[in-house]
């Protein structure tokens, strides 16, 4: 194992406890959705192995994951196979839209401002508009960047601000963008050794290199969910956010032939090896150049 795919799966271990159903989430949602959907239990297990995470806590974690309508299990004799529900699939989408896709359009200058109205939810209603990239200015007064939410009980104003700076205090004062930032900044000091050694030709075999692959995206996930996606203009001046990007796409692009290779020859489904990815997989971070 090449030494740099060891330090980031001992980094892996370091935060307790070892969410062992996010992995799984990942590992789906990165490998398995874009090629079919379906996994067997066998290989499942032989990518956490390879993770050092033990075979109980991977099936207590695919158990919950069952329980809580995120995956539907099927029994072929002794074997097992896991796909998402359709419950499921919207989340997985539309974290695949923030990891995947390009950078956020350029700014129209105006905020989307929702006072909220009498909501007998309103916890659960800023939990949604919080999710929807929505950042907080005070209990009932939530801002956009861009008009996402659809009808709902608020009211709904446009506000513009009179210059670029207090856009951005505003931006500032609303998201919790110095911790965003810091995480990204963290993210490229983890993975900025293992982008060099593959630079340098330190190429993993194919198991690690999906290992990597796998590892890079949990990771990089954690943050951009959290990330509300603001346009460049909106961002302090030393916003690390397009260099985590960077490295993860060329990162990811790198390690793509190898950690594709080893799911074609090993990764079963319920009627044999995994079918090769659609069309829509060959975008992921097509903007990023290789790591050459």
Not at 102 to 126: H, V, Y
Not at 133 to 138: I, V
Not at 180 to 200: D, H, I, K, Q
Not at 223 to 242: H, I, K, M, N, S
Request: glycine share 8%; charged share 25%.
């Amino acid at each position: 194992m090449a030494a740099y795919v060891q330090v980031l799966i001992d980094q892996f271990h370091r935060r307790t406890p070892i969410r062992a159903g996010s992995l799984v989430v990942t590992v789906f949602g990165d490998a398995v959705v874009p090629r079919g959907g379906v996994l067997s239990l066998e290989s499942l297990l032989a990518i956490t192995r390879a993770l050092r995470i033990g075979d109980g806590v991977v099936r207590t974690a695919l158990s919950r994951l069952v329980a809580d309508g995120w995956f539907a299990r099927r029994k072929v004799g002794r074997n097992s196979f896991y796909r998402l529900t359709p419950e499921g699939a919207e989340p997985f989408a539309q974290a695949t839209r923030r990891i995947y896709d390009s950078a956020p359009q350029p700014w129209s200058g105006r905020f989307d401002l929702l006072l909220l109205d009498g909501a007998e939810d309103r916890p659960g209603l800023r939990a949604d508009l919080a999710a929807a990239g929505y950042g907080a200015l005070g209990p009932d007064l939530m801002i956009g960047a861009v008009a996402q939410a659809g009808e709902g009980a608020f009211l709904r104003l446009a506000a513009t601000p009179e210059d670029p700076e207090t856009a951005r205090r505003l931006a500032a004062r609303a998201w919790p963008l110095d911790a965003v930032g810091a995480r990204y900044a963290r993210f490229v000091a983890a993975f900025g050794p293992a982008a060099a050694s593959l630079a340098e030709g330190e190429r993993p075999d194919d198991l690690h290199a999906l290992v990597l692959r796998l590892l890079l995206i949990h990771e990089y996930r954690r943050v951009v969910l959290r990330d509300p996606g603001l346009p460049a203009c909106l961002l302090p001046e030393d916003w690390p956010g397009e260099a985590a990007r960077d490295l993860c796409g060329r990162l990811y692009r790198s390690l793509l032939p190898a950690s594709e290779r080893w799911l074609s020859a090993h990764a079963r489904t319920d009627e044999g090896p995994l079918p090769p990815p659609g069309p829509a997989f060959a975008e992921r971070f097509a903007a990023a150049s290789h790591v050459t």
